[in-house]
């Protein structure tokens, strides 16, 4: 198996409290680095699918680490997000985490269905539900 970096975030703003709050986590924001390590592909709510310098990302979340998932294919995880990079954030999908519903909409992320999407390693009908902490949980 492969496997791809992630880049787990959280600051002191009230949305990364509130999401670490709903989801039980100990992270608000993940995005997957890129091969080159100099750059992070990830689901923002104001700008939807992008690609950001890490300096950028790091600036964001001062409190950050690094850790790896398993995917199905390193070079199919990369091409699978850079097919999705100008796509909206999905806000319903946040929503429907909260409420335990499937209001996942496929033509749009947050920021831990994106990585979850690139691994491939999830059940696909679960992506909608996947949290920082779940992203977390099968890292190392």
């Not at 409420?99 to 690139?118: I, M, P």
């Amino acid at each position: 198996m492969n496997k791809l970096t992630i880049i787990f975030g959280r600051n002191h703003l009230p949305f990364s409290w509130l999401i670490r709050v709903f989801t039980w986590s100990s992270w608000s924001h993940c995005g997957v680095v890129v091969a080159d390590g100099k750059y992070v592909i990830e689901a923002t709510a104001t700008k939807g699918v992008v690609m950001t310098p890490i300096d950028d990302f790091i600036d964001r979340y001062n409190d950050h680490q690094f850790a790896t998932i398993y995917c199905d294919n390193t070079n199919t995880a990369y091409d699978r997000l850079a097919s999705q990079i100008g796509k909206k954030y999905d806000f319903c999908a946040v929503f429907g985490i909260l409420f335990r519903t499937g209001w996942n909409n496929s033509s749009k992320w947050f920021c831990s269905e994106l990585v979850a999407y690139a691994a491939n390693t999830y059940r696909r009908e679960r992506t909608g539900r996947i949290t920082p902490e779940d992203i977390w949980s099968n890292s190392q």
